[in-house]
Structures are given as structure tokens and as C-alpha cells.
């Protein structure tokens, strides 16, 4: 268990899956992953399990996100395609509700991850993609020291148009 001031990280399990489905079908939420297709409660079922074999074989660390001190879910947080040698991943992240959205929950998950993907699992390397219209999250990333290396463009096709993502990338500051 990962734990900062207002939350804590932990293993993603079945227990999970209510909580995940409570927000994760909303226009708003679906927006945000990639286009409104809504995903169904045996998908997601599916989708946790697949991830707790993905964390057995430590290709990915996937977390949900409880704010304290009422272990009330606020969304997952993982490292995703853990390449052990070149000590590089990928990092993904939901804050499920919007009453959660802008209170700093996701930059104390983020503040975590990166801690536990530096000092516990010795990675050097943490990228991530970001819709353009997610103007809140890339400054987030950015004010944690991610910085941006590329654009793709008309990547997604969301409500009706297509949309450019932002990839980011954080280097271990000893690694520079």
C-alpha cells in the first residue's frame, strides 16, 4: 500500500469492480478514455482480471485509488508495459467522478507512482499520452516534471471529430 496525505494506493482486485462501473460508462468519463463506447460489467470484469495477471508476470502495477480516511474510491492508477531493460513504462490514470476532478487527488496518485516506479521497481523511464481538449492533465504532468516529446495527430476520434493526444515522457532525474 502506497499512501500520501489525502489517499492511498492499492492493488486493483475484483472488490474494485463496483465502484469502477459506477462512473466509468459516463459521456464525460468515456470522453476522456478515448471515445464513448460504453463498456459492459463483464468487460471490466475481464479487464481486472487480465491485470491481475499482468501484475503476477510484473508487466504492469495497477492501483485503485481510495481517499482517506474513508477508503472511498476515486479511480486507478497504473504503469503499464514495464520493459525491465530499458527500466521504462507506461503510466495511465482515471479519476472516475468529476465532484473528484481538480482537488489534487490524481497529482498525489501521480506523486506516488512515480516514487514507487523509481525507488521500488528501479525504472528510469515514465511516459504517457494526453488529449489536447485534457488541458487540465497535461499541466499536471507538466508541473511534475513530464515533458512533452511528440504529437499525434487526429489519434481519437471523440464526439464527432478527431483529436490530437501529447506524449510526455519523465526521466529519473539521475539518469539525466
Not at 485503485?64 to 525491465?84: S, V, Y
Amino acid at each position: 500500500m502506497l499512501v500520501s496525505k489525502d489517499i492511498r494506493l492499492v492493488p486493483l482486485e475484483e472488490n474494485h469492480l463496483d465502484d469502477i462501473m459506477r462512473d466509468w460508462n459516463t459521456p464525460e468519463m468515456r470522453k476522456f478514455l478515448g471515445g464513448y463506447i460504453p463498456h459492459t460489467r463483464e468487460h471490466e470484469r475481464e479487464w481486472i482480471e487480465s491485470v491481475q495477471i499482468e501484475m503476477k508476470k510484473r508487466s504492469s502495477f495497477v492501483f485503485a485509488i481510495e481517499q482517506l480516511p474513508k477508503d472511498k474510491f476515486i479511480g486507478t492508477i497504473a504503469l503499464h508495459n514495464i520493459d525491465w531493460l530499458s527500466r521504462s513504462c507506461t503510466m495511465g490514470i482515471a479519476i472516475h467522478n468529476e465532484e473528484n476532478w481538480g482537488i489534487g487527488f490524481g497529482t498525489q496518485a501521480i506523486e506516488l507512482l512515480i516514487e514507487f516506479g523509481w525507488k521500488s521497481l528501479n525504472l528510469r523511464r515514465i511516459e504517457l499520452s494526453v488529449h489536447e481538449f485534457n488541458e487540465r492533465a497535461k499541466h499536471v504532468y507538466e508541473k511534475l516534471g513530464f515533458v512533452e516529446y511528440g504529437k499525434a495527430h487526429g489519434k481519437y476520434y471523440i464526439d464527432g471529430e478527431y483529436v490530437n493526444s501529447y506524449y510526455l515522457e519523465l526521466i529519473r532525474a539521475s539518469e539525466k
